[in-house]
T-cell receptor, first 114, second 113 residues
């Protein structure tokens, strides 16, 4: 199986509860922040993004909050399901414009307890 | 729709050997990039490209070479493999304009003995 993700911070949540995954970023000039989900043995999958001029964005069962004052990003998952079990990464586009690369955080493992 | 295709999926090398990880995308994305993923380290950017003929270094470029002769392909070369390059490698692509959604391949697991 996939060995990446060992030694990651882990969040354990009861099925049906809400999950909150946090991320701190470093670059004040980043113009986009993105959340990715990675299931075992697969590549990361896009969940939701938020531009730096916003503080909240909602998707299907997910909400991303951005606090630029303290450089903090969070992902909220409503009514967590077993299929949400995965490693979650935040990423920032360090700079302004489409040419800037994405830099990823170290990830948080979400474990859903049925 | 194939998306981002990486080959090979698994490879074992001996120290000092060379090899190329292939990445191809069929979405006409201008931007392509390579990441490596190690336990507890997240994804670290190796190299990226914003178009054919243009490449740039990421966070951990040492020991890796890239080229971008076409829009579709972005191979990653290891000229002299070292055990520290044992990792899972991901290729990803996206459009330049608009958001920053990266589309990832399924990964290539490389072991250097």
């Amino acid at each position: 199986g996939e060995s990446v993700g060992l030694h990651l911070p882990t969040l354990s949540v009861q099925e049906g509860d809400n999950s909150i995954i946090n991320c701190a970023y470093s670059n004040s000039a980043s113009d986009y922040f993105i959340w990715y989900k990675q299931e075992s043995g697969k590549g990361p999958q896009f969940i939701i993004d938020i531009r730096s001029n916003m503080d909240k964005r909602q998707g299907q069962r997910v909400t991303v909050l951005l606090n630029k004052t303290v450089k903090h990003l969070s992902l909220q998952i409503a009514a967590t399901q077993p299929g949400d079990s995965a490693v979650y990464f935040c990423a920032e586009s360090r700079g302004v414009g489409g040419n800037t690369p994405l830099v990823f955080g170290k990830g948080t493992r979400l474990s859903v307890i049925a | 729709n194939a998306g981002v295709t990486q080959t090979p999926k698994f490879q074992v090398l001996k120290t000092g050997q060379s090899m190329t990880l292939q990445c191809a995308q069929d979405m006409n994305h201008e931007y392509m990039s390579w990441y490596r993923q190690d336990p507890g380290m997240g994804l670290r950017l190796i190299h990226y490209s914003v178009g054919a003929g243009i490449t740039d270094q990421g966070e951990v470029p040492n020991g890796y070479n890239v080229s971008r002769s076409t829009t579709e392909d972005f191979p990653l070369r290891l000229l002299s493999a070292a055990p520290s390059q044992t990792s899972v490698y991901f290729c990803a692509s996206r459009v330049l304009a608009g958001g920053r959604e990266l589309f990832f391949g399924e990964g290539s697991r490389l072991t250097v003995l």
